[in-house]
């Protein structure tokens, strides 16, 4: 079974920064596209983030209003993506999903207050 | 961007009755490759996103067969034939062949 952990979460001062993770089992993890989406306070979902696979160039995407201020990353040798998160805001409290494929399968999410 | 529309906002569904979900996409998002790239999530309360269809019309691993999707380039649907009481929760489409990806607003489902 696939399955999805992340954490890192908690409560920062505008300005800061913050490092998620996300551990992954139950799939052939080097091969996964990997995604960060994201759930402000009564919102709904955000798209922040795309992480190829090594394998197919592992290159990154992001959404423009984290462009420059987020990084993605991964160790394919521990199964974990990351989400590096700098100058935050208080625009960018939610819950911060990591998600493999479509996303098909997605993580419970962990909790970023920015405040 | 992709601006993805959800039509209605919310809805009230009665057990047992059908109940339909409408996305619209500023732009066609069939691909050259022929594929279409349009997929529906439902939240439920509490819970995190979970896949139900991919690329229009494939229901996920484990998905019933009451749900079902149609459409192509920019309008399409989601179906629940015999809404039950578990598919409470908002329902989510989201285009996934132009960057950034982007969701719709939501479709809150209550029985």
């Known amino acids: 079974e696939v399955q999805l952990e992340e954490s890192g979460g908690g409560l920062v001062e505008p300005g800061g920064s913050l490092r998620l993770s996300c551990v992954a089992s139950?799939?052939?993890?080097?091969?996964?596209?990997l995604n960060w989406v994201r759930q402000g306070p009564g919102k709904g979902l955000e798209w922040i983030g795309r992480?190829?696979?090594?394998?197919?160039?592992?290159?990154?995407d992001y959404a423009p209003v984290v462009k420059g201020r987020f990084s993605m990353s991964r160790d394919d040798s521990t199964n974990t993506l990351y989400l590096d998160m700098n100058s935050l805001r208080v625009e960018d409290t939610a819950v911060y999903y990591c998600?493999?494929?479509?996303?098909?399968?997605w993580g419970h999410g962990t909790r970023v207050t920015v405040s | 961007d992709v601006v993805m529309t959800q039509t209605p906002v919310s809805l009230s569904a009665t057990p047992g009755q059908a109940a339909s979900i409408s996305c619209r996409s500023s732009r066609s998002i069939l691909a050259t490759d022929g594929r279409t790239y349009l997929y529906w999530f439902l939240q439920r309360p509490g819970q995190s996103p979970q896949l139900l269809i991919y690329?229009?019309?494939n229901r996920f691993s484990g998905v019933p067969d009451r749900f079902s999707g149609r459409g192509s380039e920019t309008d399409f649907t989601l179906e629940i034939s015999r809404v039950e009481a578990e598919d409470v929760g908002v329902y989510y489409c989201m285009q996934g062949l132009f960057l950034p990806r982007t969701f719709g607003q939501g479709t809150k489902v209550e029985i």
């Open positions: 690329e229009v019309s």
């Open positions: 139950g799939m052939i993890f080097k091969k996964a596209w």
């Open positions: 998600g493999s494929g479509y996303p098909d399968r």
């Open positions: 992480l190829k696979s090594n394998l197919d160039g592992g290159a990154a």
